[in-house]
Structure formats: structure tokens, C-alpha cells
């Protein structure tokens, strides 16, 4: 159903073949989006899952290549790179406990994955997703709004979806903004959420909005505490799908990206999320929305907390 698409090649790459990653390539394959070069450590795993689906091409109808590799020559010439590869969390870890061990993964992985593809642009998933996102930044040596992060738009989907069960209307009609970044002080928007264009705030109770918030806020470590053995990975594949297809079709999707700041906002020098508009070049430009005194307030304590994680992550590295 998608027209062709703008930028010459397409050719996406995750690293990281893992739940979310495999899901990712299912995505962005049947929806003959992209050929995919699926990698991970493990051997012969990516080799498998890209068999496997390419086995389904003819029922799903779609032409899309699907390669499993453990070479990082396989994935030349990438126009997207997604980033998953690392550990998930385990019931009671927090999002920082992955800290350590992701840093490393992530750093590696955008540097050999730049090495092979210097114009690719770089949407990083793994968490603590905006620690990792400047990580992976830093580590790729290019422009930043070449690398971000996800995570607002599976945030925003998670506040769209409690809104849409609470009030019993279509989930298309609403629109939902979550900004900050993707841990317990994200900031969920009411005012800029909206059913039909009419914001939350005028048809919801307060207390029913702050309940949908915390469970928000909550979504990833509800879904771990179900599953105990790993963590969401539908809507996070479906989320980043989003990112991926609006960069490849040049589709200027405006959503809550984390992506970085250098003065907007009141904020500087850090990636955190925030509504932007992404399309070929990555991010394109940044929406500054006019926030109140509160909501500034909550975004600058979410960025610190951001910023903090960042200083300890450097050291961590330093260390090794
Ligand atoms: O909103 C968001 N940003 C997130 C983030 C939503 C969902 C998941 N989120 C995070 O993504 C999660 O906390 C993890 O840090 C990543 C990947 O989650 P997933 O559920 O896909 O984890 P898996 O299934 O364990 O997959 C990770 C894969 C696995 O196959 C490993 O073998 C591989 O990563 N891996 C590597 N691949 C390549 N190179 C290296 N070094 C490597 N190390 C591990």
C-alpha cells in the first residue's frame, strides 16, 4: 500500500535479533517496507528467523529480502540502523540496572555498524533508551539528528490505548503526546492529549487522568511482571515500524521522539524525548510545544535524572 519510497535504496538493519528485533523485520517486511538484514552475536539465530520469514513471503505477499547474518559486512550500505541488541529487564530490575552491560553492547554496535554504513541513520531501542541514545551518539561520530531514540511513541500509544479502554471511543480518534524521558518521570501530556481534537482535560476527572498516567508510566513494568520472562516487544516493534517508515518515505510523521536538545526546551546537550518531525534526513526539526509552568518543570526533573544516568554511564565506560 506504501508509494515509493523517496530515499534511493532501502535497506534497514537491526542489530539485535531478539524480540523486538525479529518483530521489527516482521513489520517492516510485510509491510514491504524495506529489505532487512537481520544480525546478532548469536550464531546461526538471525540466520534461522530471516529463513523463516522469508518462508512466509508468498502467504504475506511481499517482495522484501530478508538476510540473517553475524557479519557486520552484510549490513553495508544500510539506509536505517535499529539498535535492540542488549539485555532485556527481568522482573524488579529497573531500567538502569541494564545500564553496565548495554552501554557496552550499544557502543560496539554503533561503531561497526557505522563503519559499514556512514549515512545511515541510527534509531536506537535499547534501554535505558535516551542514556543509550546519546551513548550511541557520541560513539557513531555523527550529526545528531542522524541518531535517536524510541520510545515516546510506544509511551504515547501505551496513553492512547488506556484513554481509548476508559472511554470506550475509537482508539483512532485519539492523539496523545508523552514527552521526557522513557522511565518513571516521563511526562504524559493531557493537555495536549486529545479525542477528536478535544483535549482530555475537558471530559476526563482528574483523578481518572493521573490514574491512566501512572498506569503510563508504569506500561513497561506491567507487561514484565505478566510475562516474567522478558519484556514488551509487540507495540515497541510497531513503535519503532512508525519511525522507520516515516524516515524511509520522507513521511514528516510528527512524534515524540528521543532526540537532541541544544537550547529547546530550556535544555541543553542531552537527548530526551520530544515531538519531532522525522523524515530522510532523521530528525528534521524539533516542536516546541508552549508548556506550562508544571509541565516545564517536569520535563527539565525527567532530563536531569536523564543527564545523571549519562555522567554515570561515561564513567562506567571509562572504567572498562
Ligand atoms: O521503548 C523502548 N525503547 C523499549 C526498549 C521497548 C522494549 C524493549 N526495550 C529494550 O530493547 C529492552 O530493554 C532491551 O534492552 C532491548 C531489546 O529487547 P528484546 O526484548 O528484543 O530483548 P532480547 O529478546 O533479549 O533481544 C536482544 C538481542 C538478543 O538476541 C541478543 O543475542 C542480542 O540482542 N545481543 C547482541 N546482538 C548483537 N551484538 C551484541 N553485542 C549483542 N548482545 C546481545
Request: with cysteine.
Amino acid at each position: 500500500s506504501s508509494s515509493l519510497p523517496l530515499c534511493a535504496s532501502t535497506r534497514v538493519t537491526i542489530i539485535g535479533a531478539g524480540k523486538v528485533g525479529s518483530t521489527l523485520a516482521q513489520r517492516i517486511a510485510e509491510k514491504n517496507l524495506a529489505d532487512v538484514v537481520l544480525l546478532d552475536i548469536v550464531a546461526g539465530m538471525p540466520q534461522g528467523i530471516a529463513l523463516d520469514l522469508t518462508q512466509a513471503r508468498g502467504i504475506e505477499q511481499h517482495d522484501c529480502q530478508i538476510i540473517g547474518t553475524n557479519d557486520y559486512a552484510d549490513t553495508a550500505n544500510s539506509d536505517v540502523m535499529v539498535i535492540t541488541a542488549g539485555i532485556p529487564r527481568k522482573p524488579g530490575m529497573t531500567r538502569d540496572d541494564l545500564m553496565r552491560t548495554n552501554a557496552q553492547i550499544v557502543v560496539e554496535a554503533v561503531q561497526r555498524s557505522i563503519a559499514h554504513s556512514p549515512n545511515a541513520i541510527l534509531i536506537i531501542v535499547t534501554n535505558p533508551l535516551d542514556v543509550m541514545t546519546y551513548l550511541a551518539w557520541q560513539a557513531s561520530g555523527i550529526p545528531s539528528n542522524r541518531v535517536m531514540g524510541m520510545a515516546g511513541v510506544l509511551d504515547s500509544a501505551r496513553f492512547q490505548s488506556f484513554i481509548a479502554m476508559e472511554l470506550g471511543v475509537a482508539i483512532t480518534d485519539i492523539t496523545t503526546t508523552v514527552l521526557g524521558g522513557h522511565g518513571d518521570l516521563m511526562v504524559p501530556l493531557p493537555r495536549y492529549s486529545t479525542v477528536s481534537g478535544v483535549p482530555i482535560t475537558e471530559i476526563m476527572e482528574p483523578e481518572t487522568i493521573d490514574r491512566l498516567i501512572k498506569r503510563t508510566r508504569n506500561g513497561g513494568a506491567e507487561i514484565v511482571e505478566l510475562m516474567r520472562t522478558g519484556s514488551a516487544y509487540f507495540a515497541p516493534a510497531s513503535a519503532t515500524c512508525l519511525m522507520v517508515e516515516s524516515i524511509l518515505y520522507n513521511q514528516s510523521r510528527v512524534v515524540p521522539t528521543c532526540a537532541y536538545l541544544q537550547g529547546e526546551y530550556g535544555l541543553n546537550d542531552i537527548y530526551v524525548g520530544v515531538p519531532s518531525r522525522l523524515g530522510c534526513a532523521g530528525v528534521e526539526s524539533i516542536v516546541e510545544l508552549n508548556l506550562t509552568e508544571a509541565e516545564l518543570s517536569a520535563l527539565h526533573i525527567s532530563a536531569e535524572s536523564v543527564r545523571q544516568n549519562v555522567h554515570q554511564a561515561k564513567e562506567m565506560l571509562a572504567a572498562v
